[in-house]
């Protein structure tokens, strides 16, 4: 019932863009806070980039800021990921993930989607 999806990886060249959804289904989505993480081989998993239930605030990882811009369509349950400039440390697995913002027990990930950076 509940999903979460995100889509939208692939390869890509230094200096190149790519969006990122994440598509939800089965739960309130405005109430839910959303998160970008991502994780590379051998490297621990971080956050990449968030956004509050009504879009009203966003955070950027120090790495990524400047370069990505998230943003949500709670119309259609749908968070996007914006990412231009990509360099190759920018390459992982990148999971989208759902909180709940007064009960925030109620945790979602998605599956990952891969983005690679590469010449």
């Known amino acids: 019932e509940v999903q979460l999806q995100a889509s939208g990886g692939g390869l890509v060249q230094p200096g190149g863009s790519l969006t990122l959804s994440c598509a939800a289904s089965?739960?309130?989505?405005?109430?839910?806070?959303i998160g970008w993480f991502r994780q590379a081989p051998g490297k621990e998993r971080e956050g990449v980039s968030c956004i509050s239930s009504k879009g009203y605030s966003t955070y950027y990882a120090d790495s990524v800021k400047g370069r990505f811009t998230i943003s949500r369509d709670n119309a259609n349950n749908t968070v996007y990921l914006r990412m231009n400039v990509l360099k190759p440390e920018d390459t992982a697995v990148y999971y989208c993930?759902?909180?709940?913002?007064?009960?925030?027990?109620?945790?979602?990930w998605g599956q990952g989607t891969q983005v690679t950076v590469s010449s």
């Open positions: 993930r759902a909180r709940n913002t007064y009960y925030q027990e109620y945790d979602y």
């Open positions: 089965g739960f309130r989505f405005d109430d839910y806070a």
